[in-house]
Each structure stands twice: as C-alpha cells, then as structure tokens.
C-alpha cells in the first residue's frame, strides 16, 4: 500500500508547483514527500475528493490547511487585478473557489500517471469539498513553498479502491512439471498426431471440370440428345481437378487401359484456391 501512496504524493507534486506558478505568476514547489500522520483538523481546513474513471469508487483524497489555499488564492486573485477595490483584501470565499480551480490543475498529472500505470487513458471526473476525511488512509505529506516562504504542508492519500486498482497484479504461479504419463501423450515433432491420422481417413469428393458455361433458362429447357453447350475453355486448356468444391490443381486428360483419367500438371497457390471456390 505505502507503495502507491507515495508515487501518489511524487505525482501531485510534480503537478502542484507549476500549477501555482502559472496562475501566480510567481515561482512555487513541492517537495518533501513523506509519510504522516494526520493530527486533529481545524475548521479552515480545506478536505477534497477527486473522482478518478478507474472505477465507480477510486478516488484521491486531499487535505490543505488555510495557509496555503487561502495565500495561493489571493495571489491568483491579485495577480490577475482582482484584490478588490482600493486595494481590499480578498473575500475568502473567493479566495477559496480561485484556489480550487488552481488544484483541479495540479491533479492533471495524477490521471497522466494512473493511465501510464493501466495501459489506458484516465481522467478525472468530479471533485468536491467534504468536510471530514475518512478512517483509514494513508497519507502522504507534500511541503509547498513559493517566493513568499513555506506556505504548509498539505496531505494526499489514496482510498482503498483507488490503491487496489493501481497495484499490479500478482504474478501467477508457474505451472507444475507434467508427470512423465502426459508426456509421452504429447505428439513428437516429425511425427503424425492422431488428430490428424482420423481426418486422413475422411472421404472428399474429388470431380474433374472441363469448362463452365451460363445460359438462361427458356434455353436450358429447350436442350435435347445431342444438343452441344459451348464452354469456356477451348479443348487445348488443361481441366481443373476439384475437390470438395474447390480447385486444387490443373492437368490434362489421359486414357489408362481404356479408363478416362486425370495427370496433374500444376497445383495451384492457397490465393487462387481461395478466388476458385464453388
């Protein structure tokens, strides 16, 4: 489990100060990843959870005290021109909700780093406030800082959800050796198997095919002894030799003792096999 959280806390940390940078204007950075424990939470802090589309319930859950949600929050406000009128100080409640939109940033690598870990793409899908944490997470402390100094030291934990879904998958046992009795069942290369030893024994018919030709019906029907139907082949053409209503060769016509047969003289590639299917 520690495992997971701490590449938690590495990929929030990574995402934390650039976010704060690029809304700020000014420099900021994450660090100190490590394992804490949490103390008593005062009202001001603020509790988030961030639903990822690993499952219905993954979810990261995140705790920042007042010093650092409520100074980024007027620098983004104040940067931006929006500290108020004559220089007021900035509402905290707005304060909180610009800071808010600066953590949905910062969470961005978490979804690139899941997806890399799952072989697909994750992304994050709603987030809200809540006002406690639940029993039982890990938690990992990051240390932001930016040009004013330390701002605090913010939490991050994985549900026990979000954890099972990003551990990898134990290994399966390699398979036990086979008793000497099934190998010797196996079948040796050079050797026929059995399988193939019964569909020798399968009967195909096997036809010889001197041409084709198409008429319409009021001609078919018109046909009579010693009526003549042009083919498609002129006489010097070799046959084609078909079995199970496909043509497997060419060849041309002999006589043996007084019995028509067939010499193969070409056998035909598996495409052309495939183009002459009855």
């Known amino acids: 489990m520690s495992e997971i959280s701490e590449w938690l806390a590495r990929e929030w940390a990574q995402g934390v100060g650039p976010a704060i940078s690029a809304m700020t204007g000014s420099t900021a950075q994450a660090f100190g990843v490590k394992r804490e424990q949490l103390q008593e939470l005062p009202s001001t802090a603020l509790i988030w959870r961030q639903l990822l589309d690993v499952s219905d319930e993954a979810a990261v859950w995140l705790w920042l005290p007042e010093s650092i949600w409520l100074t980024v929050g007027r620098q983004v406000l104040e940067s931006a021109g929006l500290s108020g009128d004559g220089g007021a100080a900035v509402d905290t409640a707005e304060a909180r909700g610009t800071f808010l939109e600066v953590l949905q940033q910062s969470l ?29 997470l890990e938690w990992q402390a990051v240390t932001v800082r930016s040009d004013q100094g330390d701002l605090g030291c913010a ?124």
């Not at 009967?203 to 046909?223: H, W, Y």
């Open 108 to 136: 961005a690598p978490i979804g690139r780093g899941a997806g890399g870990r799952l072989g697909r793409e994750v992304r994050l899908l709603a987030g809200e406030q809540r006002e406690a944490v639940p029993a039982g």
């Open 155 to 278: 939490w991050i934990a994985a549900n026990h959800e979000l954890i099972r879904c990003l551990t990898p998958a134990a290994p399966a046992p390699e398979a036990e050796p086979e008793p000497p009795s099934r190998l010797a069942a196996r079948p040796v290369p050079g050797r026929t198997s059995r399988t193939l030893d019964l569909l020798m024994e399968v009967e195909l018919p096997v036809g010889v095919s001197f041409g084709r030709a198409q008429m319409r019906l009021k001609d078919a029907i018109k046909l009579t002894t010693g009526s003549i139907v042009e083919l498609n082949r002129s006489v010097a053409e070799p046959v084609e030799i078909i079995v199970n209503n496909c043509v497997i060769a060419r060849g041309e016509v002999v006589v043996v003792e007084g019995n028509y047969g067939v010499r193969i003289k070409e056998i035909i590639s598996r495409d052309e096999r495939l183009r002459t299917l009855f």
